[in-house]
């Protein structure tokens, strides 16, 4: 590999331009302090998003429906950024420098929020726990540092899982079958930092104040980065490859321009350079795959591709690059089949803690409440409590059935999340049904907590934490090992695009609902009293929806074809 396509932060050629540092660099060296980032960063995201939906309701006097749409369309905002990022990040700056930059917007950002929760002047006026009197101003300045977040966010999500897995060499058998392991440590860390917001943050918010609520996640987001810049010596970096987008570009038209040109039977025909590395700075090549055949004429190579000796690159594509847009395309089904998956997981965040605000929030006997965006820790819990047992145990055993290294694949793996899934939705609506019949039977529709303890909430959260173990962490392994060397921070934003979609088709789910069904004096599905409604109905859309998913799911599944580049090992 050429001396200027893998390089460390200081310069310095990286262990592939001098084998003695491989040893110094990069393993489970560089990524405790990769995992301790992300822990905090997640502390700090999930610390100021997890009761936001209540802020929005509360502080900001919105109602339900809008509260939830808000919430939802900010949330979806949180995982389109990353898209900015990554093409930053793949393209020009590299991921540790993307990671670096987005980190001080992220940290601007939730300063203001903190700000405009505590500070006089700043803060909404309210003249009672649930009547509060926002200005526009005070309205949009929370606003404005909520979508400074969602910025700063948008080059951190796509790069931090790729940036650890960068540190696990392809062509080193020991290494490669560490990564797995990697990925499953790291979303541990995502829901440790969360298992801490949801607890004692949400805690903070519901009996302290706003502005300590905003506040800390504030401070664990400056810990983030100092874990970050810790171990800079440590990395192992990959450098940009100019954009990802220019290249798709140029292999599309080559292929419309070459549309009459029949591709040769022998594929050793089409163009290649001759070097061991590909002409993309950072990538290696990529072995040439049967199907996406069209494309293949952008590498067919004819008289008018080459100009003065030199080759056009909108005429006259790489295999590698061809691949790179085969591998892309053949993405798009999976990707597409996380949304519903994500709508599902969206509902955490909205009207599960509406849900759990109308029954009783009392611990046992105890004066002592539970603030209701409190009881995602189950989920987050049921996710630590998964994550070791599927690393250390359903791993190793499968293995034994199935032969492949990682027991089973990554498409497999995310196909029994979506399974798990429907079950969260089924168990939420049986529970909301129960407890309407309960309110009907006893007339407790003006009860602002009914006598049915919050706690029969957790199932459906431990449900969907378990699914995330199989499908989040499937996901983000899968993106990342099928995305080229190049695009790795891309597509794993595109990835984190189904969270954005679910988010927005959650919305508009909720949006049309509402609409539909709030009709001719009709309180509708979801008004702001829920004892009145009948969230246990669009519930049960998500779980046919779900099921309706896993169906087309298992049919893209089978005929997927796995990406290789030359030289790595299976």
């Known amino acids: 590999m050429e001396e200027d396509d893998i390089y460390t932060n200081d310069g310095t050629v990286d262990y592939k331009g001098n084998p003695a540092d491989k040893k110094k660099t990069g393993t489970w060296r560089a990524c405790p302090f990769i995992i301790g980032n992300e822990g905090c960063e997640r502390l700090a995201y999930y610390g100021m998003s997890t009761n936001l939906v209540l802020y929005f309701k509360h502080r900001l006097n919105q109602h339900s429906s809008v509260a939830a749409t808000n919430n939802q369309n900010w949330g979806g905002t949180c995982y389109i950024t990353p898209l900015l990022g990554a093409f930053l990040a793949d393209s020009y700056l590299g991921r540790y420098w993307t990671i670096a930059c987005f980190s001080i917007i992220y940290i601007i950002g939730m300063t203001l929020l903190a700000l405009s929760a505590s500070v006089r002047g700043m803060r909404p006026r309210c003249s009672a726990e649930d009547n509060c009197n926002p200005t526009e101003s005070q309205s949009a300045m929370a606003f404005l540092a909520l979508y400074l977040i969602a910025l700063g966010t948008g080059g951190i999500k796509p ?4 940036y650890g897995a960068d540190q696990f060499d392809d062509t ?36 302290v104040s706003w502005g300590w609520g905003f ?5 664990a987001m400056a810990i983030a980065v100092c874990f970050f810049f810790s171990g800079t010596r440590l990395y192992r970096n990959q450098k940009p490859g100019g954009s990802p987008l220019t290249r798709l570009l140029q292999v599309l038209v080559a292929s419309i321009r070459k549309f009459k040109v ?6 050793s025909l089409l163009h290649e350079t001759e070097d061991k590395e590909s002409n993309i700075k950072g990538s290696r090549k990529i072995d040439h795959t049967n199907d996406l055949s069209f494309f293949d004429k952008a590498a067919v190579e004819i008289e ?57 929030t009392r611990v046992g006997h105890s004066n002592f409440h539970i603030p209701p965006a409190s009881l995602s820790i189950f989920d987050t819990l049921s996710v630590i409590f998964w994550v070791p047992i599927y690393d250390r145990i359903i791993v190793p055993v499968t293995r034994k059935f199935t032969g492949h290294k990682n027991g089973l694949t990554q498409l497999q793996r995310m196909g029994i999340g ?40 957790v199932p459906q959260y431990f449900l969907i934490g378990c699914a995330e173990v199989f499908t989040f962490i499937g996901q983000l392994e899968f993106f990342y ?8 921070s891309f ?54 929806l779900s099921v309706l998913n896993l169906g087309v799911y298992v049919w893209i599944a089978k005929w997927y074809t796995y990406k290789r580049a030359v030289g790595t090992l299976r």
């Open 418 to 457: 979506l399974f798990i899934s429907i079950f969260s939705m089924v168990v939420a609506a049986i529970l909301e049904h129960e407890r309407l019949q309960m309110i009907k039977r006893h007339n407790y529709y003006e009860l602002k907590e009914m006598p049915m303890t919050i706690f029969w909430q």
């Open 481 to 488: 090992e099928q995305a080229p060397d190049a695009m790795r």
């Open 159 to 162: 790069c931090v899982s790729s």
């Open 304 to 360: 008018t591709d080459r100009l003065k000796g030199s080759v056009n690159p909108w005429r006259l594509c790489t295999v590698t690059q061809v691949e790179e847009l085969k591998s892309i395309i053949r993405l798009l089904p999976i990707w597409a089949s996380g949304i519903i998956f994500s709508t599902v997981y969206s509902q955490m965040g909205n009207l599960f803690v509406l849900q759990g605000e109308r029954m009783d």
């Open 215 to 219: 506040g800390i996640p504030a401070i």
């Open 491 to 544: 597509c794993s934003a595109l990835s984190l695009t189904t969270v954005a979609l679910g988010s927005y088709l959650s919305s508009l789910l909720v949006t049309i609902v509402s609409d539909v069904t709030a009709k001719n004096g009709k309180p509708g599905w979801i008004p702001d009293n829920l004892n009145y409604g009948h969230i246990d109905y669009f519930f049960w859309l998500l779980a046919a």
């Open 262 to 267: 029949a591709a040769p039977a022998d594929k």
């Open 172 to 207: 080193d058998e020991k290494e490669k079958k560490h990564k797995s392991s990697f990925f499953n440590w790291y979303y541990l860390s995502i829901n440790i930092g969360a298992l801490i917001a949801s607890s004692v943050l949400v805690w903070v918010q519901d009996n």
